[in-house]
């Protein structure tokens, strides 16, 4: 089969007749935004924040930080709760030797030994 019997042709042939030449303003236009994006990222020294921007500007570096920030999150959440379970444990064992004090006091006393008796 060749081009000219292709039916997709003759719509993409139509569809060319059909739509109106640009200006060239915009042609001019997309060529200038071009040409200072490119001046702008290599032209001159880049602020810290056109920096962040530029790196956050990419799906993928932006998807990466929120990420970063859940994980990070997570993880001190994690290390919040161990404190206050450690905390927990403490006091517990705390409370456990205070109630079982006086009977630990009481078996550390030796017991009474009867006096001697001599005959």
Known sequence: MSNSQDPLEALLDNLRAATPPQPHSVRRDVWRRIADGEARTTGHTATLLERIEQVFSRPAFAVAFV??????????????????????????????????APVLIDTQTPFAVPPRHEP
């Open 67 to 100: 990420a970063l920030c859940i994980l990070g999150g997570l993880f001190a959440a994690e290390l919040r709760l161990n404190e206050e379970r450690a905390a927990r444990a403490a006091l517990i064992e705390r409370e456990y030797v205070r109630m079982i």
